[in-house]
């Protein structure tokens, strides 16, 4: 085995760049993948853009799918060579956040070890996985091994549009027979479509204006698509719900202006169910929110991880349930990821998910 | 039996009048309270102020005790001369919004009946209780027989303020071992130490700078009174948190100041509950929502209502649980009632909660 | 308009019997309905045979889809004319049951209206709607219009069949990516099926022996159906499910050997979801509870009614989620009712349910 | 240090006897604590006699108060000498049971980490702490320091007593306002006492014979005491809930009587909380269970365990609102074991908890 890999790197606010690096140290908790097939994320693009400040010389990326090479001391219960995956937020389930259910907001350095965000660590506190190896903390909580028969394309979305898209539909709470607005058809957005297609509502609102998606979108389980160019999506979905609202709004774009809509679409009683990554303070008109009165929820979800979650992930892509091979739109080698970045991040060419293969 | 009554009316903005007006008609569904005692809220101050617009010549006044004079035609299960009370908020009980479990948001006129607030009718869109008689609608969701044994004041906080506030610490989903923040020790903020302290909150921390209310927060259940004006809130709460913030925080005041304080003191995964009435649009600062990625939850509750919502807090009343007598500081006639909106809308003299008796 | 109509009468153990009766007056807060479609129940064979008892000379049926003909004095938000239908549960929406979410237990006669299947009142307790009419109690609670352009045979499931087995499905809380066992696939064990694979469940087993429900169940769901004739299906759900066992089991046919089946195919943690109406004790096997330090849970539901969960459900038929239309696979005229009772309680012919014109 | 220690060993059946063992080894993951306090359970007796299997030679005892002797080679978070407790159930934290919050099903073995009970270890599965010193297993998981002012004895029911009768009320779902029956007061049933009462019943029913139990039920928060030989419980609680029967019934003592008579006393829709370890099947009669109609909960717990449990619980002990000292009954020296055993299982001396001091 050598000793150096390739891996994309934080340079420097607007540069990420391939790099030759060491192959990362298994600790005894630790085991080590080498990536199969990988992709970019829309954090991986405020990382690059320098709005999301990690180390200079950090590996970049949080959703791998990859090969067991090696396994630490301590790990138990896997075998070199299985093929797995493991999501964006890697918990180490002995945190307390972990041992009452937050696993997402799990961390370490604090006296309780709860520190907002401390399960993202792939790509933002340790070494991600655009790369050909990663190291991956807390192994026994996080690999997840892919039943045979799925391809790595059908399983790269779950460790985290998939993951983070469903939880916006499940922390919403939906129920058969409910209204959902979908604000945003990007990647987050077409996953929280299709999951709140599978947990029973019956009319659901996708707000988009690029057609690519808005096509997706329709074909993944919209029954209503609003073009936001052309009309109002508030109105849109009073008149398209008669006047009732939605029993759900989920924002996934991050914007004061699809947070505002949300809560305007919402039925007294109604939930919005958040998903964007915010990059300014934002405001809750005072009539939208019925003064504080309108038994109104808003509840927030970062992208829940560990291989429990992604066992039952890869169960929905298994039985047929969804398929969300439509996201992936464009592939590369890794030695090509620069230019991957260069079309994603300014979104040319319909691209909705790229996939990148060492 | 005579044909007037006397009732507080509002007349203009700074102007609620004790007038003469006729005594009101029952409907089949309706019920006619003579009532014995019934209270002053906040809200009543904003309507006072020409804040919360009413129409003019309604009269005011959402908490009832009183006593059943007359029955509609088709109500069933009580019987004229019993003590009962109803909630500020009166459901119908076959509306949509009740069917599925919203009752205060309640309503009539829309298609599907939903309409925010719209269980809110007391004094608000049908003539108040702040008067020698009140027409209470769909009676039998509504009134709630008071135990033997319980005096009127022991109850008179059960229709709103016992509600509004035990709501917010039920709506926080509070758990045994769980920390709580509660801002603002008036009437509201109280009743919410207390159910915070009810549910097994074993850390409470109440905000308040009101050596008078203070002190009755002490006695009613908190573990920790801040004076806002001696420390700032939010380093406080940290530093009693040991730095791991608190698990759930109540706003009880309505102000752009304490719930941006209750957010910043979360923990992850921490749930806001809001009581306030708020003024004005919200503001929620970037770094206090953790970008949107903190899996934080900011729930609302209005007051809930309905006889078997009644029942369980006069249950609580009954068997010692709590006692909220503290709550009533002040005693007045109905017709001194202009004077107690003096007393009260000023905040003089250490007032909490006045009782009014016809 | 005539003074009296046929009805379909409880005579006697063993005998049903089309009878000329009054057309029932309506009180203020009831509706008079004009039959248009109904159909006959397992529950009403039970009446049927003497095995459920009710008053001789009660009309039975409790699926009603009819027009409005006339409306209680005190009925708003309806007019004359209109197509609706009830639930078999006809809630009041004011007991203390219902204000506390439990609105198939209301009831009235004891000292807090709580009596349990108090809710269920049509063909039970009051004049069912096998008949040309019924008077509908609470309308307002219970009148639910039907959506143009929904046929009465698609909505003819909601008020019962669909509505129990969907209800089995809910109170189990299936989640996205759960294996589901469904024990019996009558009608309420299929509609517990299109339950479980509209919430998300991803492997979804059926357990029956007839060909012609095994055959239903595949194409409205089923991943997998066993034949128990053929194999232990406690043994076929345990292989099929990789020795883990099922998150949820909904029994569906009221029987000890289904039961104790839901029990041992349940994973440490899973819940019972019971939909069955039994006829004797039950007895739970000390190694299939674990002792009862499984953390299982076993939950019962008794149909939801009103017309919030109506609507609900014709949300799901128009929407097209569901089409439950497979089930009705035999049609009779009122006058006819006697000979479908002698198909369908000897469930001969491939009978899985009946529509019924008067 | 020494190489051996004192350890109290199941020899057979009738026969637990003090034995000098070695020291146990740590692995990477684990600690070894010095205990300072441990207790008998009644399951320790169950074992003791025979009727729950353990291997012969195996320490037995799963309540540890401690210091950490030594530290596993990756454990990290923690210091040699810091004084601890750690659960009866001592969970991985990276166990698919666990990962979906099923932490006292944890386990191992199976392929996807399901067992019943596999939380459960000390003294059943791998050597527990009635012992000099105790090893425990997947220590970052499991130990919760103790803080500083509480004694030994008042943090020795946390581990499981307290736990588990919390759990029971937990599990129950209490609300404020609630009636709730707990059947038996031995230590846990005294613990599901406490714990209604910290979550907000306001009328708590103990059902006990024993004296001295009843005595300290009425303590620790028992408003109704029914001594079962003196009324027929389900008589008394029917009276005293004025025919309304409970909203939460727990079993505390794994009979069919008392499981029987849980059901017995609850309302429609209301929850059989159960706690007991039965020995044999249960029944389940018809007519308490509504036929299976009356939206009936029975739900199961097996005693929560990891570090954030307990925290949370020595929370409830430091602030002062539960004290459970009075349970601690007796005090023996570990080379007093077997007398303590023979005291304890014969519950001579109106003994409730014994505390055990190597």
Request: hydrophobic share 40%; aromatic share 4%; proline share 6%.
């Amino acid at each position: 085995m050598p000793r150096t890999m390739k891996a994309a790197v934080f340079v420097e606010p607007g540069r990420i760049q391939l790099q030759e690096k060491p192959i990362p140290e298994v600790g005894p908790l630790d085991a080590l993948l080498r990536i199969t097939t990988t992709t970019i994320c829309g954090t991986d693009v405020h990382i690059l853009k320098g709005e999301y400040p990690v180390a200079k010389g950090l590996t970049i990326g949080h959703e791998p799918v990859g090969v067991i090479e090696r396994l630490g001391s301590a790990v138990q219960g896997y075998r070199e060579g299985q093929r797995v995956i493991a999501g964006a937020i890697t918990p180490s389930g002995h945190s307390n956040a972990c041992l009452c259910g937050f696993c997402a907001q799990d961390g370490a350095g604090t006296k309780h070890g709860w520190k907002p965000i401390g399960g993202w660590k792939f790509g933002n506190t340790i070494d991600g996985c655009q790369a050909e190896y990663v190291r991956v903390p807390d192994a026994m909580a996080n690999l997840a091994p892919v039943p045979d028969g799925l391809t790595d394309e059908q399983v790269l979305m779950c460790p985290d549009i998939m993951s983070t898209g469903f939880g916006g539909a499940e922390s919403g709470a939906i129920r058969i027979g409910d209204a959902v607005a979908v604000f945003a058809q990007g990647p987050i957005g077409l996953c929280a479509t299709v999951g709140a297609r599978l947990m029973g509502a019956t009319t659901i609102i996708a707000v988009e204006r690029v057609p690519e998606r808005m096509a997706v979108a329709k074909r993944l389980g919209a029954d209503h698509v609003v073009d936001f160019t052309q009309e109002d999506p508030v109105e849109a979905i009073r008149r398209i719900t008669d006047g009732r609202g939605v029993d759900v709004a989920i924002e996934a774009l991050g914007t004061q202006a699809t947070f505002e809509a949300c809560l305007r679409v919402l039925r007294p009683g109604g939930t919005l169910s958040s998903l964007g990554v915010y990059s300014g303070d934002l405001r809750i008109p005072l009539d939208a929110f019925a003064a504080g009165l309108g038994d109104h929820r808003i509840v927030t979800t970062l992208c829940p991880g560990g291989k429990e979650r992604m066992r039952r992930l890869m169960e929905v892509i298994a039985s047929g349930r969804a398929d969300l091979r439509p996201l992936v739109t464009h592939r590369f080698r890794l030695d090509q990821i620069e230019e991957a970045y260069d079309l994603f991040s300014h979104q040319r060419d319909g691209v909705l998910k790229v996939a990148i293969t060492p």
